[in-house]
């Protein structure tokens, strides 16, 4: 089995900084496209960005300027740098990855693989 662990984040005011990192572990074989989604409670869970596997990065119109995505290949991890946060900001953020990991000596499967969550809060 793969797992995803988050850390990273906290409380801030607005207008401050945080990062968040994710670190997948397990048998993997490959990493496809990895994500951070976000979610207050009583909304759905909306994509913040998403980068791909050779690095191309995709962001939401609301964090596009503020917020960076990055990820180490080599280390299976990925990074959400976020500035000049605002209170709307605040929610529960998923890393999120698309995984190809085995499953036997030589046996492989591909699976959608959410962390646990960590909560951002921005506020004064």
């Known amino acids: 089995q793969v797992q995803l662990v988050e850390s990273g984040g906290g409380l801030v005011q607005p207008g401050g900084s945080l990062r968040l990192s994710c670190a997948a572990s397990?048998?993997?074989?490959?990493?496809?496209?990895m994500a951070w989604y976000r979610q207050v409670p009583g909304k759905q869970r909306e994509l913040v960005a998403s980068?791909?596997?050779?690095?191309?990065?995709n962001y939401a119109d609301s964090v596009e300027g503020r917020f960076t995505i990055s990820r180490d290949n080599a280390r299976n991890t990925v990074a959400l740098q976020m500035n000049s946060l605002k209170p709307e900001d605040t929610a529960v953020y998923y890393c999120?990855?698309?995984?190809?990991?085995?499953?036997?000596?030589?046996?492989?499967?591909?699976?959608?693989?959410w962390g646990q969550g960590t909560q951002v809060t921005v506020s004064s």
């Open positions: 999120n990855s698309d995984v190809r990991y085995y499953t036997g000596y030589f046996s492989r499967t591909r699976q959608n693989i």
């Open positions: 397990g048998r993997i074989d490959n990493i496809y496209t």
């Open positions: 980068i791909t596997n050779i690095g191309s990065p």
